[in-house]
């Protein structure tokens, strides 16, 4: 019962994405060792690569990824604090889960990581019973959660059904995988837009509405109703009394 067909669970979250697939491609999965002694096959283009999702376990793991981690998030313009590398250490260092150790799924295309996952085993009402789930870091609180993957077109349709293959595939790693208070403009967000709906289920079960923070007070209020503006009026001098 790990995935369901065209069947969605009912969150309790607001902005939350839930991803349901039955997807039927199981890839190799290769140790970290395996993958960095691998070598890019000749001929190398879209369509030889030899896509793999490689786990990563724990800080140990994510100690590893440091140089390929911030090759990608340099690439990534629009990347935010809740990308960056440091925030991750801090995070597995800091706070820890209550479910086990974060895992951290880099996608390897025969030669280099091409993307990173980064998934934390969490525990989710779905279908009426509590089940064993991964999903992006939990802990930041309201903060947006993202994989990593810069602009690349070819990485992000290939890392969430390489990441469901070893979430069906590994008896480790097996569980449901939930996506939380992601953005419609993070990367996560465009992974599951390019997945092919001939197999994978996927259901928006929530929105939540932002205020840009980059334009002047009264102009973000300007077009509110009247109720909404005083509201924000009421909360932005109680904000500024402290």
């Given at each position: 019962?790990?995935?369901?067909?065209?069947?969605?669970?009912?969150?309790?979250?607001?902005?939350?994405?839930?991803?349901?697939?039955?997807?039927?491609?199981?890839?190799?999965?290769?140790?970290?060792?395996?993958?960095?002694?691998?070598?890019?096959?000749?001929?190398?283009?879209?369509?030889?690569?030899?896509?793999?999702?490689?786990?990563?376990?724990?800080?140990?793991?994510?100690?590893?990824?440091?140089?390929?981690?911030?090759?990608?998030?340099?690439?990534?313009?629009?990347?935010?604090?809740?990308?960056?590398?440091?925030?991750h250490?801090?995070?597995?260092q800091?706070?820890?889960?209550?479910?086990?150790?974060?895992?951290?799924?880099?996608?390897?295309?025969?030669?280099?990581?091409?993307?990173?996952?980064?998934?934390?085993?969490?525990?989710?009402?779905?279908?009426?019973?509590?089940?064993?789930?991964?999903?992006?870091?939990?802990g930041l609180?309201?903060?947006?959660?993202d994989?990593?993957?810069?602009?690349?077109?070819?990485?992000?349709?290939?890392?969430?059904?390489?990441?469901?293959?070893?979430?069906?595939?590994?008896?480790?790693?097996r569980?449901?995988?939930?996506?939380?208070?992601?953005?419609?403009?993070?990367?996560?967000?465009?992974?599951l837009?390019?997945?092919?709906?001939?197999?994978?289920?996927?259901?928006?079960?929530?929105?939540?509405?932002?205020?840009?923070?980059?334009?002047?007070?009264?102009?973000?209020i300007?077009?509110l109703?009247?109720?909404?503006?005083?509201?924000?009026?009421?909360?932005?001098?109680?904000?500024?009394?402290?």
């Amino acid at each position: 019962f790990l995935f369901s067909e065209k069947q969605a669970a009912t969150l309790d979250e607001l902005g939350d994405a839930v991803f349901l697939c039955n997807g039927d491609r199981i890839p190799q999965i290769l140790t970290p060792t395996e993958a960095a002694h691998k070598t890019e096959p000749a001929g190398h283009d879209a369509m030889t690569t030899e896509w793999r999702v490689v786990p990563y376990d724990g800080l140990d793991g994510l100690l590893r990824l440091a140089a390929d981690w911030h090759r990608l998030t340099a690439a990534m313009p629009d990347r935010g604090f809740h990308h960056l590398y440091e925030t991750h250490v801090a995070y597995v260092q800091r706070m820890a889960r209550a479910h086990g150790p974060m895992v951290f799924l880099a996608l390897h295309d025969g030669g280099r990581v091409r993307a990173i996952c980064p998934l934390e085993p969490q525990r989710h009402t779905i279908l009426g019973r509590r089940q064993r789930a991964w999903g992006l870091a939990a802990g930041l609180g309201d903060v947006p959660r993202d994989v990593i993957c810069p602009a690349d077109d070819e990485a992000r349709r290939e890392l969430l059904p390489r990441v469901v293959g070893l979430l069906q595939g590994a008896r480790d790693y097996r569980g449901w995988l939930v996506f939380e208070r992601i953005l419609e403009t993070s990367v996560v967000w465009q992974c599951l837009h390019t997945l092919n709906p001939a197999t994978f289920c996927t259901d928006v079960v929530g929105a939540t509405a932002y205020i840009s923070s980059d334009k002047p007070f009264k102009t973000v209020i300007a077009g509110l109703a009247r109720n909404f503006r005083q509201n924000l009026r009421t909360q932005r001098n109680r904000l500024a009394a402290h």
